[in-house]
Structure formats: structure tokens, C-alpha cells
């Protein structure tokens, strides 16, 4: 590494963070479709800005479950 900055062999830049750029939660798991209440099973559709655990079921109040349809 020239200068030992990090940068690897002349003109080809840092290593680091190459590679695909699928979207992904924290844990590397797909984002759900929909949500879905694990009491009546209502199926709602998935808000990307809220979690679907953070989401009421329209039907009976329970906290609604990530589903995916892949």
C-alpha cells in the first residue's frame, strides 16, 4: 500500500464497501410486502417508514406481523 493510507495499489482506490446494494434491514433480512394480524388475520400494506409491529390491526387491535409474499 503506497503511503499506508488505505487506499491499496496506485489508482485503484479503497476496497472497502464494494459490492451489491440490495435494500436490507439492520439484520439483512428482506423488507415485508404487507402486515398482518396474527389474531383475525386482516392483511394490511406494508408502510416502508413503520415497522409492522408498530401497526394497530383496523379490525381487532392487535399489533399486526411482517409477511412476505417472495
Do not use: F, W, Y
Request: glycine share 18%; with cysteine.
Amino acid at each position: 500500500m503506497p503511503g499506508q493510507d488505505g487506499t491499496g495499489p496506485q489508482g485503484q482506490g479503497s476496497r472497502i464497501g464494494r459490492g451489491g446494494n440490495m435494500a436490507r434491514s439492520s439484520q439483512g433480512s428482506v423488507e415485508p410486502d404487507k402486515c398482518e394480524c396474527p389474531k383475525c388475520g386482516e392483511t394490511i400494506a406494508h408502510d416502508r417508514n413503520l415497522p409492522c409491529t408498530s401497526m394497530v390491526c383496523p379490525k381487532c387491535g392487535t399489533p399486526m406481523l411482517g409477511v412476505s409474499c417472495r
